[in-house]
């Protein structure tokens, strides 16, 4: 476990959720990764992020797929991809990224409580 933090900090992450509507290769990447536009809905719009996430999904799979991403992290460049947010995804047993979704449609832009 890491360090306890208070329910402050929590609430300073901004998780929302977001359907995917758009998703392409990354060949640029140093590991192989997916490049995706995200629509949170309303006052976010769409944003673009890339995952490492080529073990379990295609860029096929995810168009249409709500996903799970923190919105208030800085941009941060990576190669070619200013990534905007940071998709959420829990390692499976052998350290592929298994992306964290909505058990059920949420509205886009829906924050995680």
Same mark, same amino acid.
């Given at each position: 476990?890491?360090?306890?933090?208070?329910?402050?900090d929590?609430?300073?992450v901004d998780?929302?959720?977001?359907?995917?509507t758009?998703?392409?290769?990354?060949?640029e990447a140093?590991k192989p990764?997916i490049?995706l536009?995200?629509?949170?809905?309303?006052?976010?719009?769409?944003?673009r992020?890339?995952?490492?996430?080529?073990?379990?999904?295609?860029?096929? !799979?995810?168009? &249409?797929r709500? $996903? %799970?991403?923190?919105?208030?992290? +800085?941009?941060r460049?990576i190669?070619p991809?200013?990534?905007?947010?940071?998709?959420l995804?829990?390692? !499976?047993e052998? &350290?592929?990224? $298994? %992306?964290?979704?909505?058990?059920? +449609?949420?509205?886009?832009?829906?924050?995680?409580?």
């Open positions: 476990m890491t360090d306890e933090i208070g329910i402050d929590f609430l300073k998780i929302r959720a977001g359907t995917v758009r998703a392409e290769p990354f060949p140093r990764a490049k536009w995200i629509d949170f809905g309303g006052e976010l719009g769409e944003k992020s890339s995952a490492q996430i080529t073990a379990h999904y295609t860029p096929d !799979d995810l168009v &249409g709500q $996903v %799970l991403a923190v919105v208030n992290f +800085p941009p460049q190669g991809v200013l990534s905007e947010v940071l998709v995804g829990l390692s !499976d052998d &350290g592929a990224i $298994v %992306l964290i979704s909505p058990e059920r +449609p949420v509205p886009d832009g829906a924050r995680m409580h």
